[in-house]
C-alpha cells in the first residue's frame, strides 16, 4: 500500500518527462519507462514510522499466521537470522514484513510471516535441531511472544503520528495491506489445516505419505516425502530448502502429463490433483528466466541459472553459434574446473562435459583454448560471464509453444519477459510486447490475443492460434499470464471478482513478481550460503567413473565480502522501504492505448443508457486522457529543458531497461517502495451514481441539495460551502468526496486537499485513507470499497485456483488491480503542458502538503478549478483562464454559494482537446448541444489537465534518476441530469440523517449513501451510489456501469438520476517502441 | 555473446570491381544505359575512401565480365563475426560469383558456410546480401523478390546466436535500399511510404532500441557505416547531387566524419553503396 506521499510524488514525478523522452522511451524499450517510474528513492521520512505501524496493525487482524507457521521457511529465516546482531534482527522482520506476506498464497506456507522471522531467529537455538518438518510449539509460542514488542513499538509510533494529517491514512492502508495479508494466511492457515497437507505438526503423524521425486539442476534426485494432499509450495519450498535457496521465485516446480508435456506445478494447489495418474516425479527448473541476471543477489541462484542453461543449451532448447558454444563451455569449465592446468588436464579432460547438442572435436578444441585464458576467474566470477553471454542469446528465456496460425501454418510461440514472440521455424515473424497485448485468452484449443491498436488503426484486434489441444492452449495461456504478471506487474493480479456469466480459468499467477523478489532478495543478507559445483551437465559417457568434479566455490569466501555489502546496502533501503510486495512496478503495466480505447465504448453506453430513460443529461466532460499529444507538447518541453537532460541522463545510463531500473529500484529510497505502493492498480474505474429524490414539491431546490455533493465530487468544491458543511454532513460527503477525492486526486495530485480544506483537516486524511480504509479514520460508514475489495478479492483468489475450467479463460494484461489505485497519480501527457504553469510545487512528501494546503485554504474559490496539485498553478490558471482553463463562474467566486451556479459547469478548457481525445471530444460533441438546449447553465466543455508531477523540479532530494516514468491515464465524465435547477438555494439545509451502505457485487463495489435533508421545510432525500469497477479495461466496464445504473434505478423507481460521474483511471505504460 | 559487440567495427572490407559488362542485363533483359568509365571512377573513389580515409584493409577481387553483376559483393555473402555465409543469389547465373569469394574468405580464416549445402539449396531457398541487414544484435531479412522465407531460415539457422526476423521489403526492391545503419545503434530509414510501413514492422519485432535516422530521399538510405580502429566514426553517403535535401540529416549525426561518395552508376542498376562491400571484422575478441 502506498502512503499519499509516494502517490503525489509519483504525480509530480511524472510531468517532466517530456513527450521527446517518452518517444525515446517507448523506442528504447517498452519496459523500461515502467520500471523507472517506481524507482526514485525518495526519501519519505515517514517510512519509518509506517514501517513500524505495519505490525501493529496487522496483529489484531489476526494473530493465526504465528500460529501456523511453516517449516520450510522458518528454518531458512533461520539460517538468515542467525548471522544477524539481534538489533538487525527486529529491523529486519519489520522491513521483510510485507514482502514476505503480501506474495500471497503460495507463499504462505514457505513463508512465515515476518514477525514470526525475529522471533525465530532469536529462538533458533532452540528449533534448529529439530528438524525440517516439525517446530516445536513451544518456539512458536515464543515467536509470538517476540512479537508482541515490535508491535508495541508500533503502537507508539502510530500514536505519535498520528498527529501528523497524513500520517494515519499511511497507516492505515498498510494496515490494511496487512490485514488482507493476514486475512490472506488465516485462510491458508485453515486450509491447511483441512487439508493437513501443509501442517508441518501432522506431517508424518495422520496423513499418507507419498515420495516425490525431483530433479535437481545438476541431475542429482532429490527424495522428498510429502503428505498427500499437499500443495505444490509444500514440495517446492522443500526443494529450495534443500538447495538453500532464497531467490526462489525464478524457479518452479514441472512434471509430465499424461501426454508428456511439461507443466509447471501450481503452488496454490494441490500436487495430487495437478499430477492426476502421472509419476511423483518432478524436475526443478528455471521458470522465469531473469533478463539481467546480474541482477541476482546470491551466487547460488546464478549457479543454478548456469546449470539450467547449460541443460538448455546442451538439449539444444538454447540454440547458439559455435562460438558461442565455445564460449559458454569454457566459462563452464573455469567455473567447476577452476583455472586451467596443464597438467592435469588433458584434452580429453572436457569430454566428460557436454557443451553442444553435438559436441565435435573442434569444438572441445576450442573451449579448451578458451579455458586457458579465464585464468584467476573465480567460479562466482565464470558464472556470471557466462550468463552475460547467455542472456544475449535471442532464444533466451524464451518458452516455446507448437502451434499454428489462423491458416494453418505451423509457427512456434515464444512466450519470453517482454512478451509473445512468433516464430515459423527459426525465424521471428512477429512479437507482440506485453503493453501491445490487451487481453489474452483460450478457447478450447484456441489461443487469442487482443491487440491494441497502433497509431493509424482505430480498432483492437484479435490474433488467434490454434494449440494442438486444449490442454495446450491453456498451458500457452497460463504460461503468458504468469510471464506477464512475473515480469511486468508490479504485483500479482488479483483474480477478477466474479462478473455476470464470467466463466473459465481465473488462474493467475500468484507468487512474487520479478519486482518484489528483487525487493525481498535485496533483503537478503546472509553470507554465501556454501555449495558445491559439480560437473552439471556431463554427456551420457560421463556416467561411468567420470571423475565427481567439485569445485567449491573459492570464490564465495572473496565474493561473500562484497555479497554482505551489497546486502547492507539492499536492507537498508528495504527497511525504510515499507517492504510491501505490491510496489515496485505498477508503472510497467500501464498502458496508454488500453484507456483510451476501453473508455470510448464507455461513454457512449453510458449516454445511451441516460437517453434511453428519457432523462435531460448534460455532460461535464473533463478529459484527461491524452494519447498523443507529442507535437503540442514538445513546446513544454523547451521549458524543461533541465528537467529532460536529467531523464535522459538516466535514460542513457540505463540502456537495458529492466536491470538497470530495477538496481535503482533496489538501492532507491525508501520512499520509492512507498510511492510506488500507491500505484498498485495500474486502472480503475469509478462511477459515481447520485440518486436524487426530491420529496417537495420545489424540486428545485431538492435539486440544489442533491445536486451539492456531487459538484462538491467533482471540482466544484468550492460552492459548497463551509458553513453548510457540517460535521455531520462530513460522512457523507466523505463518501462522495472520496469518491471524488479519488477522482481528483487521481486527477490532479492534490485536488483533494482542496476540497479537504474547506471543511477539515480530519476529513481530508480520511479521504485519502477512504478508500483503503475509511472505516478507521473515518468511522464505519464510509469505508468501503478498497478494504473490502481487497481481502475478497484474494479469498477469491485462493478460491477460485480450483475452480477454473479446461475450456476457455481470459486475462486482461494490462490492468492490474490493486486496491487503492485512486490514488495513483497518473501522469498524462497533458500535464506537462500545464507543467510549465504550475511546476511549482507538487509535494511528493506528506509534508509538502501542508503548506499546499494553506494555499488552497487562502483561496478556497480556486480550489473549485481544482485540479491543479498546485495551487500556484491553479491561480495560474484562473488567471489565464482565457488560453488554458475557464473557470466557470461559479467556482471561483462562490467558494460558499451553492448553487445557482451549475458546479459542473465549469470547465477548464484544454489546449487541444480534440487532439487529445478523439472520442471523448466526440461525445461532448454530441452532449455539449443537447446540454445547452436543456440546461440553463452554459456548459463548458472541460478538459482537464492533470499535472501529477512536477515533482522533479522541486524536490532537490529526489534524485532524477528515479523519477518514474508512468503515464496515467485519467478521465472523468460527468453525466448530469439537466436540473431545472437554479435552486437557488443558498440556504443550506438541515441534516437529518446520512447512513452509508456498502454492497459488493460483479466487480463493482457500491456504497450507497443515502442522506436526508431538510432544507427550508422540505426534506430531500438523496442517495448517492459510488460504484467502483475494478479491473478490465474492456466492455466489462461499460456492461458494469450501466447494470449499476439500472439496478439504481430499479431500486429507486421515484427518484431520479442527477448525475452520473464517470472517473476512469488508466496507467499508461509507453508502448514499446 | 562472444561476437556481440557494437555494430560497425570493422577491419577489412571485400570488394570486387566493375566488370566490363557493367550495365549489361545478366539475363538479356533490357540494358540500362550506364556510364561505365563513370562507375569505375566511382569504384574507384569508394575504394580510395574505405582504405586511406577509413583505413579498412581492402582486399579486392578481380573483375570478371562473365558475371555483370559480381560487383554487388553485398549480395553473395552474409558475414558476422567470424561465419560467412555464402548466399543463394535469386538469378541463376549469379550463384558462381561466390567462387572466387570464397578463396578470400578462407583466406581470412573466416567458417564458410555455404547456403546451397544447406538443405536450402533444394529448397529453393534465396537469399541476397543486400536483404539483410545486420544491427550488431540481430538480423532483418527483407523478404523480397531475391530472398525468401527458406533463405531467411538458413541464415538464421547460421547465425543462431541472433534473433533473425523478416521484413516485408515495401518501398524499394530491396531492404538495404530502404535502410542502412548509420552507427551502433542508428538505422537510416527512406521517409518513403512503404519505407515506413518496414520500419514499423521492424519496431514491431525488435526487442532492442534504434534511433531511426529518416531521409527524404530514398537514395540516402544506403549508406556505409564503420566505425574506424580509431573510434572514429565514419559514414559513406551519396553525394549531394543525388539526395540534396539528405545532407543536412547527415551532418546532424554528431562528430561523424561524413564521406560523400558517389554512386550514381550503381543506383541505376538498383545498387547502392553497401552493394560494393563486404565488411568484416577479423579482431573479433571473444571477451
Not at chain 2, 79 to 99: W, Y
Request: charge should be negative; charged fraction near 30%; proline fraction near 6%.
Amino acid at each position: 500500500m502506498t502512503t499519499e506521499g509516494g502517490s503525489e510524488a509519483e504525480v509530480k514525478k511524472e510531468p517532466e518527462k517530456s513527450p521527446e523522452e517518452q518517444q525515446e522511451e517507448q523506442q528504447s524499450d517498452p519496459s523500461e519507462s515502467a520500471p523507472n517510474a517506481g524507482t526514485e528513492p525518495q526519501p519519505a521520512p515517514d517510512n519509518q514510522e509506517n514501517v513500524e505501524a505495519e505490525p501493529a496493525e496487522a496483529e489484531p487482524a489476526s494473530p493465526d499466521p504465528t500460529s501456523t507457521p511453516s517449516p520450510s521457511g522458518q528454518k531458512k529465516e533461520k539460517g538468515i537470522s542467525r548471522f544477524l546482531p539481534p538489533w538487525l534482527k527486529r529491523q529486519k522482520s519489520h522491513s521483510q514484513a510485507e514482502p514476505k506476506d503480501s506474495p500471497a498464497p503460495s507463499d504462505t506456507p514457505t513463508q512465515p510471516p515476518t514477525q514470526e522471522e525475529v522471533g525465530t531467529g532469536q529462538e533458533e537455538e532452540g528449533t534448529r535441531g529439530e528438524g525440517t518438518a516439525v517446530q516445536s510449539p513451544g518456539a512458536t509460542q515464543e515467536v509470538e511472544s517476540r512479537e508482541e514488542e515490535p508491535e508495541e513499538e508500533a503502537v507508539k509510533a502510530e500514536n505519535s503520528v498520528i498527529g501528523t494529517e497524513t500520517q494515519p491514512v499511511k497507516e492505515e492502508k498498510e494496515g490494511d495491506l496487512e490485514e488482507e495479508v493476514q486475512q490472506q494466511e488465516e485462510q491458508k492457515g485453515e486450509e491447511q489445516a483441512d487439508s493437513a497437507g501443509v501442517s508441518p505438526l501432522k506431517v508424518g503423524k495422520k496423513m499418507k505419505l507419498v515420495v516425490c521425486h525431483v530433479t535437481l539442476l545438476d541431475g542429482s534426485q532429490f527424495p522428498c516425502e510429502v503428505e498427500k494432499r499437499a500443495k505444490g509450495q509444500y514440495l517446492f519450498s522443500k526443494v529450495c530448502e534443500h538447495l538453500n535457496l532464497l531467490e526462489k521465485d525464478y524457479f518452479g516446480l514441472s512434471f509430465k502429463d499424461n501426454a508428456d508435456q511439461k507443466c509447471w506445478l501450481d503452488p496454490t494447489k494441490e500436487i495430487k490433483r495437478q499430477i492426476r495418474n502421472s509419476q511423483w516425479q518432478f524436475a526443478f527448473n528455471v521458470k522465469f528466466y531473469p533478463p539481467d541476471p546480474s541482477q541476482l543477489m546470491e551466487d547460488i541462484t546464478r549457479y543454478l541459472l548456469c546449470l539450467q542453461l547449460r541443460q538448455d543449451i546442451s538439449s539444444g532448447r538454447l540454440p547458439c553459434s559455435f562460438v558461442t558454444h565455445a564460449l559458454l563451455g569454457s566459462y563452464t569449465l573455469q567455473a567447476e574446473l577452476g583455472d586451467h592446468d596443464p597438467d592435469e588436464h588433458r584434452l580429453d579432460y572436457i569430454s566428460d562435459f557436454q557443451f553442444a547438442p553435438t559436441q565435435t572435436k573442434e569444438l572441445e578444441v576450442k573451449v579448451a583454448e578458451l579455458h586457458k585464458s579465464h585464468k584467476g576467474m573465480t567460479p562466482a566470477q565464470a558464472d556470471i560471464q557466462f550468463l552475460e553471454n547467455a542472456k544475449k542469446l535471442s532464444m533466451y528465456g524464451v518458452d516455446l509453444h507448437h502451434a499454428k496460425d489462423s491458416e494453418g501454418v505451423d509457427i512456434m510461440l515464444g512466450v519470453c519477459a517482454n512478451g509473445l514472440l512468433i516464430y515459423k521455424d527459426r525465424l521471428r515473424i512477429n512479437r507482440f510486447a506485453w503493453p501491445k497485448i490487451l487481453k489474452i485468452s483460450y478457447k478450447r484449443c484456441n489461443f487469442y490475443i487482443k491487440i491494441r491498436p497502433g497509431e493509424a488503426e482505430q480498432f483492437e484486434s484479435t490474433v488467434g492460434f490454434k494449440l494442438p489441444n486444449h490442454r495446450a492452449a491453456k498451458r500457452v495461456w497460463k504460461v503468458c499470464v504468469e510471464h506477464h504478471t512475473f515480469f511486468r506487474l508490479t504485483s500479482p493480479e488479483q483474480p477478477a471478482k466474479s462478473k455476470f456469466l464470467t466463466l473459465g480459468s481465473k488462474f493467475r499467477y500468484s507468487g512474487r513478481t520479478q519486482a518484489q523478489t528483487r525487493q525481498a532478495s535485496a533483503l537478503i543478507h546472509r553470507p554465501p550460503p556454501y555449495f558445491q559445483r559439480t560437473s552439471s551437465k556431463r554427456s551420457s559417457r560421463s556416467l561411468d567413473g567420470a571423475p565427481a568434479v567439485s569445485v567449491s566455490d573459492h570464490a564465495h569466501l572473496l565474493d561473500s565480502a562484497h555479497t554482505l555489502g551489497a546486502g547492507d546496502n539492499g536492507r537498508d533501503s528495504a527497511l525504510e522501504l515499507s517492504s510491501d510486495s505490491k510496489s515496485p512496478q505498477v508503472e510497467e503495466g500501464a498502458e496508454p492505448g488500453e484507456g483510451a480505447a476501453s473508455a470510448v465504448p464507455a461513454e457512449p453506453a453510458l449516454e445511451r443508457k441516460l437517453r434511453v430513460q428519457g432523462e435531460n443529461i448534460y455532460v461535464r466532460h473533463s478529459n484527461l486522457m491524452l494519447e498523443d499529444l507529442d507535437k503540442t507538447q514538445e513546446e513544454v518541453l523547451k521549458h524543461q529543458a533541465s528537467i529532460s537532460e536529467l531523464k535522459r541522463s538516466f535514460m542513457e545510463a540505463a540502456p537495458e531497461p529492466r536491470a538497470n531500473q530495477w538496481d535503482k529500484r533496489l538501492t532507491g529510497s525508501p520512499a520509492t517502495s512507498l510511492r510506488q505502493l500507491a500505484q498498485g492498480s495500474l486502472e480503475e474505474e469509478l462511477a459515481s451514481l447520485f440518486l436524487s429524490k426530491a420529496c417537495f414539491s420545489v424540486l428545485a431546490d431538492a435539486r440544489s441539495t442533491a445536486a451539492s455533493p456531487p459538484e462538491s465530487a467533482l471540482s466544484a468544491v468550492s460552492e459548497k460551502s463551509p458553513t453548510r458543511l457540517e460535521s455531520a454532513l462530513s460522512d457523507s460527503r466523505d463518501l462522495s468526496k472520496s469518491t471524488e477525492d479519488e477522482q481528483s486526486s487521481g486527477l490532479n495530485g492534490q485536488l483533494e486537499v482542496v476540497e479537504v480544506v474547506e471543511e477539515t483537516v480530519v476529513i481530508e486524511e480520511v479521504i485519502k485513507a477512504a478508500r483503503s480504509k475509511n472505516s478507521i479514520s473515518e468511522g464505519p460508514a464510509a469505508d468501503a470499497t478498497a478494504t473490502e475489495r481487497a481481502p475478497e478479492a484474494k479469498d477469491e483468489r485462493s478460491a477460485s485456483s480450483d475452480s477454473e475450467s479446461e475450456e476457455e479463460a481470459e486475462y486482461h494484461p494490462q490492468l492490474s488491480v490493486s486496491t487503492d489505485s485512486a490514488h495513483l497519480i497518473r501522469e498524462d501527457p497533458e500535464e506537462e503542458e500545464q507543467e510549465v504553469e504550475l511546476n511549482r510545487d507538487t509535494t511528493p512528501t506528506n509534508q509538502e502538503q501542508h503548506p499546499i494546503r494553506e494555499d488552497v485554504t487562502a483561496e478556497p474559490a480556486s480550489a473549485a478549478v481544482q485540479r491543479e496539485e498546485q495551487t500556484v498553478a491553479q491561480q495560474h490558471e484562473e488567471e489565464e483562464s482565457g488560453d488554458k482553463v475557464l473557470v466557470i463562474p461559479d467556482k471561483a467566486p462562490n467558494g460558499h454559494s451553492h448553487d445557482r451556479e451549475t458546479p459542473p459547469t465549469l470547465c477548464t478548457e484544454e489546449e487541444e482537446p480534440c487532439v487529445v481525445n478523439g472520442d471523448t471530444s466526440h461525445v461532448d460533441g454530441e452532449r455539449a448541444p443537447q446540454v445547452i438546449c436543456c440546461s440553463e447553465p452554459p456548459v463548458v466543455k472541460t478538459e482537464m489537465v492533470t499535472i501529477s508531477d512536477t515533482f522533479a523540479a522541486q524536490k532537490t532530494e529526489i534524485t532524477t534518476k528515479e523519477v518514474p516514468i508512468v503515464h496515467t491515464e485519467t478521465k472523468t465524465i460527468t453525466y448530469e441530469a439537466a436540473q431545472q435547477d437554479g435552486n437557488g438555494d443558498g440556504e443550506p439545509g438541515v441534516l437529518m440523517t446520512a447512513h452509508t451502505i456498502t454492497s459488493e457485487s460483479l466487480c463493482t463495489t457500491t456504497t450507497t449513501h443515502i442522506t436526508k435533508t431538510l432544507k427550508g421545510g422540505l426534506s430531500e432525500t438523496r442517495i448517492e451510489k459510488r460504484i467502483v469497477i475494478t479491473g478490465d479495461s474492456d466492455i466489462d466496464h461499460d456492461e458494469a456501469l450501466a447494470q449499476a445504473i439500472k439496478e439504481a434505478k430499479e431500486q429507486h423507481p421515484d427518484m431520479s438520476v442527477t448525475r452520473v460521474v464517470v472517473h476512469k483511471e488508466t496507467e499508461l505504460a509507453d508502448e514499446d517502441e | 555473446m562472444a561476437s556481440v559487440c557494437p555494430y560497425g567495427a570493422f577491419t577489412h572490407a571485400i570488394v570486387r570491381g566493375i566488370p566490363e559488362s557493367f550495365g549489361k542485363p545478366a539475363e538479356g533483359g533490357e540494358a540500362i544505359e550506364t556510364d561505365m568509365a563513370r562507375a569505375q571512377r566511382q569504384f574507384g573513389v569508394l575504394m580510395g575512401a574505405l582504405r586511406q580515409k577509413v583505413g579498412l584493409q581492402l582486399m579486392e577481387i578481380p573483375a570478371d565480365a562473365e558475371f555483370p553483376e559480381s560487383w554487388r559483393i553485398e549480395d553473395v555473402a552474409v558475414i558476422q563475426g567470424d561465419t560467412a555465409l555464402i548466399t543463394r543469389p535469386f538469378k541463376e547465373q549469379r550463384r558462381a560469383e561466390a567462387e572466387a569469394l570464397r578463396q578470400v574468405l578462407s583466406e581470412l580464416n573466416m567458417n564458410v558456410v555455404e547456403m546451397g549445402v544447406e538443405e536450402g539449396g533444394s529448397g529453393g531457398a534465396t537469399l541476397e546480401g543486400s536483404d539483410v541487414l545486420f544491427t550488431g544484435k540481430e538480423f532483418f531479412v527483407g523478404i523480397s523478390k531475391h530472398t525468401n522465407h527458406r533463405g531467411a531460415e538458413v541464415l538464421a539457422d547460421t547465425f543462431r546466436d541472433f534473433a533473425v526476423s523478416t521484413v516485408p521489403v515495401c518501398g524499394g526492391s530491396r531492404l538495404k535500399n530502404i535502410c542502412s545503419m548509420g552507427g551502433p545503434e542508428t538505422i537510416i530509414f527512406s521517409n518513403s511510404e512503404g519505407a515506413k510501413k518496414t520500419l514499423r514492422m521492424m519496431e514491431q519485432l525488435t526487442d532492442n532500441h534504434y534511433d531511426v535516422l529518416s531521409v527524404p530521399e530514398t537514395v540516402a538510405a544506403n549508406c556505409v557505416y564503420v566505425r574506424s580502429p580509431a573510434k572514429v566514426d565514419f559514414l559513406l553517403h551519396p553525394t549531394v547531387d543525388e539526395c540534396p535535401d539528405s545532407i543536412a540529416v547527415f551532418q546532424k549525426l554528431p562528430d561523424y566524419t561524413l564521406l560523400p561518395t558517389a554512386c550514381s552508376e550503381a543506383s541505376k542498376l538498383g545498387g547502392a553503396l553497401s552493394s560494393f562491400c563486404l565488411l568484416i571484422n577479423r579482431k573479433f575478441n571473444y571477451f
